[in-house]
């Protein structure tokens, strides 16, 4: 059996990577405010920037001699989002019902990035209160830049394709798909999505996207060791994937 988790690209094509933690409760932002005052926060995330959720309603009109309806709009605070000065590589969203730590452009690493949740989410804890967990999120999104001309089709790089009929031309110009798929203990879903993106800087590559989602369901205790097991066991699963999706012509292209 392949053993996934020790398989490394030296230049994997991720574009972002995405750790999601959802709560179990709903959490009022006044509370999540004691997060952004931390010296953790002020220190390594100081750029903090409100998120505002908008609403638009239409009322009857107040004169009957209009048939216009009035438009109305409400906004109001959820949550907000925490960068970095020095590096725009990383940044914390949090809301009510979640938080997530981000890593995009250039790709810091799996041992980089979990070392930093952990702190956060001490942190986190430590200043918000425990708060326990009802399920985890891993998403990663990769854009495979793939030479053409494609001398055989996509085959040559992507094992997951969708499957056109014999009696149909097979050249194929664009496509979406998407597949939910257990892991073999059916504890975790994935979800591989793929398509192809606009590529006007790269006429000569075809930008590939393929966009992995992990989810697990929790309850999951707030300061409990399963949450960190599971996310090393939602690595491997999200490897599994994306190996399975690829070609050894396409590793070949990021090693």
Not at 83 to 106: A, R
Not at 177 to 188: F, G, H, L, W, Y
């Amino acid at each position: 059996m392949t053993n996934y988790k020790s398989k490394n690209l030296v230049n994997p094509p991720i574009k972002e990577a995405i750790f999601a933690i959802y709560f179990t409760d709903i959490i009022g932002v006044e509370k999540l405010n004691n997060f952004q005052v931390t010296d953790y926060v002020r220190t390594k995330y100081p750029i903090i920037k409100p998120n505002y959720k908008f609403q638009v309603t239409n009322k009857n009109p107040v004169s009957s001699n209009s048939n216009k309806p009035e438009i109305h709009t409400t906004h109001h605070q959820e949550g907000y989002t925490l960068q970095c000065e020095s590096d725009g590589n990383n940044l914390i969203q949090v809301f009510p019902t979640h938080l997530s730590y981000h890593n995009f452009n250039k790709y810091a690493g799996w041992d980089s990035m979990y070392s930093e949740l952990k702190e956060i989410w001490k942190v986190f804890c430590e200043s918000v209160g425990k708060n326990n967990i009802s399920r985890l999120n891993v998403r990663y999104i990769n854009q495979l830049l793939l030479p053409l001309p494609l001398k055989n089709g996509f085959g040559d790089y992507i094992k997951l394709l969708p499957q056109i009929p014999s009696n149909l031309n097979q050249s194929v110009n664009n496509f979406f798909m998407q597949v939910n798929i257990p892991d073999a203990s059916n504890e975790m879903q994935g979800t591989i999505t793929e398509t192809i993106l606009p590529n006007p800087k790269h006429p000569n590559s075809l930008n590939f996207l393929i966009d992995l989602s992990v989810l697990k369901q929790g309850p999951f205790e707030c300061s409990g060791s399963k949450i960190w097991d599971s996310l090393t066991k939602m690595r491997e699963f999200k490897n599994e994937l994306f190996f399975s999706c690829i070609t050894e012509e396409a590793e070949n292209l990021f090693i």
